[in-house]
């Protein structure tokens, strides 16, 4: 039982080591465990009320300190499996200090684990032979990811956390051959990519490879030309 933000926090954290290294069923279970406590922590906000909310500078504000984590000397990958080669972002995002009590705490600490559970369903859609319903969960849970980092404050840049939900949302889409949606995707990550590269965090979620991954997918992921007949 999970009884306060830093035991979540440490759940979320070790979930994402055992994602890295393969764990995947198991590290499921301990994100699940760790967004049970998503509930408690917004009533605790609810309760503190403005004048007793925590306000972080704007130094701590501007990811509130999280960050992908990685397997040493394992970066996300480019994908063989489908037509193209996609981009996969697949590191999961881990807490390096507390969340503030705030709305901006509360929303981003939800986000936080959603992510790694729609990384869970991802990578088990490669994993086994229900592959459209793994499919389904990781999309429509990368979509929710994507709206609760968007409740945040302004003061929040979280814009290198959408870019890989939103790139990740857009590869299933296309893999499912839902152009359309896979096109308002790109849409929406060719913008978060514009942003997260004027970002001073940027440093902490995107690495090289992985911008310029998603900067790959911008060019690939494209509705296939349909021949008319003549």
């Known amino acids: 039982m999970v009884d306060s933000i830093a ?118 859609s490669k994993h086994d032979n229900v592959t459209s319903i793994h499919k389904t969960k990781a999309m429509n849970l990368y979509e929710t990811c994507i709206g609760l980092f968007q409740r945040t404050s302004r003061l929040v840049d979280l814009s290198g956390s959408m870019a890989a939900a939103c790139n990740n949302k857009a590869r299933i889409c296309f893999e499912r051959g839902d152009y359309e949606s896979s096109n308002r995707e790109l849409h929406r990550l060719s913008g978060w990519i514009d942003a997260a590269d004027q970002s001073p965090t940027r440093i902490d979620l995107l690495e090289e490879n992985d911008f310029n991954g998603m900067l790959l997918n911008l060019l690939l992921l494209r509705a296939p030309a349909i021949a008319v007949a003549a």
């Open 7 to 124: 035991e979540a926090i440490r759940m979320n954290n070790l979930g994402a080591h055992a994602l890295v290294t393969g764990e995947i069923a198991g590290a499921l279970d301990t994100f699940l465990v760790a967004f049970r406590f998503a509930p408690r922590h917004a009533a605790i906000v609810e309760a503190a009320g403005p004048d007793r909310v925590v306000v972080p500078t704007p130094e701590q504000a501007s990811a509130l300190g999280i960050s992908f984590l990685k397997k040493e000397g394992t970066p996300s990958k480019l994908e063989r499996e489908s037509e193209g080669g996609s981009f996969v972002y697949e590191k999961p995002l881990v807490f390096n200090e507390t969340v503030p009590t705030s709305q901006d705490g509360a929303a981003v600490f939800c986000a936080v684990v959603v992510f790694n559970i729609a990384l869970c369903f991802d990578f088990m």
